[in-house]
């Protein structure tokens, strides 16, 4: 270590009261106990005086005295005046004014003596009192000798107890040693054994009242009836007729423990005493705060010490002329000097000359705080200059002020300082350049620091800095509810949010703001960093697309046609109302392509799905065709597709759209067209036919009637007119057939709740003649009408119609049977009614179970009837919505009417 460190060392480790040398506080204490002891002689009058007699020696000499004087003054009056003789002189006395003056006589004589006999007693007790406090000063003085001597707290509290009771001053005392208010140790003397109780109350956890009021008042305790005043001290038995004092040994703020001891009661409420005992109390409190103050010393000593030695900051000690008068080896080190030329050099030979005025500095900084602290650049031995950071003060070194400086080399610092300069200009070039938005906001969302766009954005409002983030981006005077940054120091987490704030020209704008926590070394949210990008345009094209998207997406909803959004890894997307409608299967049925194929082509499923997969290579428009597809009901339809490819999605799946033309009815109506074709193709053939069967016959016959009407064989010629009349009548019968079957359809009759059971009981009654002709062999046919027929909504007199033809039709070809029989009923099949009229007549093969339905159609030609009633039948069925067929199984089984009225609803 350099010259001087110590020194300097015990100067570093002094704080607030320095313990002083030994020396120095020898003489402070003994100052102390002289100037108490002088103070008490002098309050007391303490001096040396002959000896006294006792007050009853005093008495004694006062009545002798008396007796003398009453025995001189009778004497002198019986031999100096010779008035009487000495004996009634002595007791009579000459005069009643000799009597008086020799009564005045020895009354002066006895009050002088008891007035010397008081005076000699209250002498002797204060020459005793004396003695006492003599006693006390005496320990008092040995104690404070102990307290410049001792350096150990046990010892200096155990001999004190000591002194004090064997002063003689006070009979006893104890010192509770503490320590932040726990017990340490207890120190008594003069108890001859007497203390344990004590000790095992102390050990115990509890203190005597006595105690207690002392260190919760911090003031002087009298006890002067311990049965009162202290119940709970286990000693008050073995201090009879004693009384006692309590005093803390408190210094400053610190309360090191309580002296208490035991005296006279005539001593412990006496001031002087009190002031004695608390005298005693604070010279022991000083001393044990000496003693921990010395410790405290020698510790920071040994630390700082340490510190100096080994510190990595170099420490100067300058006189205040400049030169230096110590350096630890830290200094000597950096400025590559040993410790005993660092002694020989001053503050100017290890500065950089430039840095000379740095010295005014130092001085004006030191007489208005001194301290000092500056940026220096100094030199090391070699002539390197290096930047340094200079901290001081002043000291006294040697009983002189001195400066000490802590030096540290920052040329790294510096170095750094100058890179962390570099770097934040970029950054903030960086900051600077970008063109969105950014500022830094503090916990309570005031501006920081702002980047030059939000400057030039908000331009009317600068400067941006100390300001509310509210107030300046959305004129508000609170925080957002909303706020997201709120959210990051709360969270601790990044946030992002679009957020609407007002624009200089009154318009809504919209933003996207993302914000992004900075944290202290502690992970604590401090500060957060908002990012702003202007998205109003984008927000206002997002909007106009929005709108877009809605109106597109009403269009396809609300379509009138089937449409269908699919993406290629075949997700269906979405389905319009048309689309669920027609087909009966909901969204949620067919979420994919492969749900939807399976459910509505059931064979052609995997032909279909090849076609679809060929829909996303596709660039345009394609028509794809027609398609059969099945119903949720079971029903087929016939749907004519085109598909178009679209846009990909966000997630870069191709999609397409599917429209479709439901051409089932067109496709019916092109089957009917076709089978109308077909049958006006039959009908014009069979018109053409058989109506040119009664032409010919009508026109043969009338060259025959000219021929026999010259031949005049009028039997011939009635046959022939006959012949032409039944030809004629055969094609009148043709043509109201016909006529008939075209009204069918066309001519329509308003549609009513027709009870089926009611029709076919007023058909039954027109026709009763037909099913029990009378004049006839033929049996009556027997009629079986079903309970359960419905009540239905149809045209009441075409489907009167279709009943008179089925039930005429039957009894016309019933044949020879001997139990004609028809039945009318219903039966339930899939859930459609199917309505039928059922004969044991002849039959008919099931080849022909169609061409009976044909214009004109017999199967016998004989048979009566034109042919046409059957078709009328059939034509009025299809008008309501059914078709119409027959069963048989051959000839000679009978046969079976069944239509159906598919189109038609039952009434209620």
Request: charged residues 25%.
């Amino acid at each position: 270590m350099s010259a001087g460190s110590p020194d300097i060392i015990g100067r570093l480790a002094g704080s607030g009261e320095r313990p002083r040398p030994e020396g120095m506080f020898r003489c402070a204490l003994s100052d102390t106990s002289h100037k108490v002891t002088s103070r008490s002689r002098r309050r007391f009058r303490l001096v040396r005086r002959p000896k006294l007699p006792r007050p009853k020696w005093v008495v004694l000499i006062a009545l002798v005295l008396a007796a003398l004087w009453w025995v001189l003054d009778a004497s002198i009056q019986s031999l100096v005046y010779g008035e009487t003789t000495f004996g009634t002189a002595l007791l009579q006395g000459t005069s009643p004014h000799t009597w008086l003056h020799r009564l005045v006589g020895v009354v002066m004589l006895l009050g002088f003596g008891a007035l010397t006999a008081w005076m000699v007693h209250h002498l002797h007790r204060a020459r005793r009192y004396a003695a006492h406090l003599n006693s006390v000063l005496a320990a008092i003085r040995r104690v404070n000798q102990l307290i410049t001597r001792e350096t150990d707290e046990t010892r200096l509290l155990a001999e004190a107890c000591r002194l004090i009771a064997e002063g003689r001053g006070w009979t006893n005392a104890w010192i509770g040693h503490i320590d932040d208010g726990r017990l340490i140790d207890t120190y008594h003397a003069g108890f001859d054994g007497g203390f344990e109780p004590m000790q095992a109350m102390l050990a115990a956890g509890r203190r005597p009242a006595c105690v207690r009021r002392a260190l919760d008042s911090g003031e002087l305790q009298i006890v002067t009836d311990p049965a009162v005043d202290c119940p709970d001290c286990p000693i008050p038995d073995r201090c009879e007729a004693e009384a006692g004092m309590t005093a803390l040994l408190r210094h400053g703020e610190q309360t090191f423990g309580w002296l208490t001891i035991i005296c006279p009661e005539r001593y412990a409420t006496d001031a002087d005493e009190q002031d004695l005992l608390g005298e005693l109390a604070d010279d022991i409190a000083f001393a044990l705060h000496s003693l921990q103050a010395q410790r405290t010393a020698h510790q920071r000593e040994a630390h700082f010490r340490g510190v100096f030695d080994t510190s990595v900051d170099a420490i100067l000690v300058f006189d205040m002329a400049g030169a230096i008068a110590a350096a630890n080896p830290a200094a000597c080190r950096l400025y590559g000097y040993t410790s005993e030329e660092m002694t020989h050099l001053s503050g100017r030979d290890i500065v950089h000359p430039d840095y000379y005025h740095l010295f005014e500095d130092f001085r004006r900084q030191l007489r208005t705080t001194g301290e000092f602290h500056a940026e220096s650049r100094d030199v090391r031995k070699d002539g390197t200059p290096f930047d340094v950071e200079v901290r001081g003060s002043t000291f006294m070194y040697r009983n002189e002020p001195h400066l000490m400086a802590i030096v540290r080399d920052i040329t790294d610092r510096k170095r750094t300082e100058q890179a962390a300069r570099q770097r934040e200009q970029f950054l903030q070039d960086v900051f600077d350049a970008i063109r969105d938005g950014l500022s830094v906001l503090d916990r309570d969302l005031t501006i920081i620091r702002t980047n030059q766009q939000l400057k030039e954005v908000h331009s009317d409002q600068l400067p941006l800095e100390g300001k509310k983030c509210y107030a300046v981006f959305q004129h508000r005077d609170s925080p957002c509810p909303w706020c997201p940054t709120l959210k990051t120091f709360e969270t601790g987490t990044a946030q992002t949010a679009e957020v609407a704030h007002p624009r200089s020209n009154g318009r809504q704008g919209w933003a996207d703001l993302s914000v992004y926590p900075l944290t202290n070394e502690r992970g604590e949210v401090v500060r957060a960093i908002e990012y702003v990008r202007d998205i109003t345009e984008r927000k206002e094209a997002q909007q106009a697309l929005h709108a877009s998207e809605e109106r597109f997406r009403r269009a396809v909803a609300e379509a009138p046609f089937p449409i269908m959004l699919h993406a290629e890894d075949g997700e269906v997307l979405t389905v319009n109302k048309a689309w669920t409608q027609i087909s009966g299967y909901a969204h949620a049925e067919i979420p994919t392509m492969a749900a939807w194929t399976e459910r509505a082509y059931v064979e052609q499923k995997e032909a279909v799905r090849a076609d679809i997969e060929r829909l996303f290579e596709l660039d345009q428009r394609i028509d794809e065709g027609e398609y059969t597809i099945t119903c949720r009901d079971g029903t087929r339809r016939v749907w004519d597709f085109s598909s178009a490819p679209l846009p990909p999605l966000p997630d870069g799946r191709r999609q397409v759209i599917s429209m479709a033309a439901d051409v089932t009815g067109r496709k019916g109506a092109e089957g009917e067209l076709a089978a109308r074709n077909a049958e006006m193709e039959r009908f014009v053939y069979t018109v053409s036919h058989d109506l040119r069967s009664p032409l010919i016959t009508i026109r043969g016959f009338l060259g025959h009637l000219a021929e026999d009407a010259e031949a005049g064989d009028a039997e011939r010629l009635r046959d022939d007119v006959g012949r032409i009349t039944a030809a004629a009548d055969h094609m009148n019968e043709l043509l109201n057939g016909l006529l008939e079957l075209s009204r069918v359809g066309r001519v329509a009759n308003p549609t009513e709740s027709v009870n089926l059971a009611a029709l076919v009981e007023e058909v039954l009654a027109s026709l009763a003649g037909v099913l029990a002709p009378e004049g006839s062999d033929a049996p009556p046919v027997a009629v079986d009408v079903a309970d359960d027929l419905p009540t239905v909504l149809g045209d009441r007199r075409r489907l009167f119609e279709v009943y008179q033809n089925l039930i005429e039709n039957a009894v016309r070809f019933m044949g020879p049977q001997s139990a004609p029989r028809i039945e009318i009923g219903i039966r339930r099949r899939d859930g459609a009614a199917q309505f039928y009229v059922r004969d044991n007549g002849i039959g008919i093969e099931p080849k022909y179970a169609e061409a009976i339905f044909d214009l004109f159609g017999k199967l016998d030609a004989d048979s009566p009837g034109a042919g046409v009633g059957l078709p009328i039948v059939q034509r009025i069925v299809e008008v309501h919505g059914g078709r119409i067929w027959i069963e048989s199984d051959g000839p000679g089984t009978g046969a079976t009417f069944y239509f159906t009225l598919a189109e038609m609803q039952e009434a209620d």
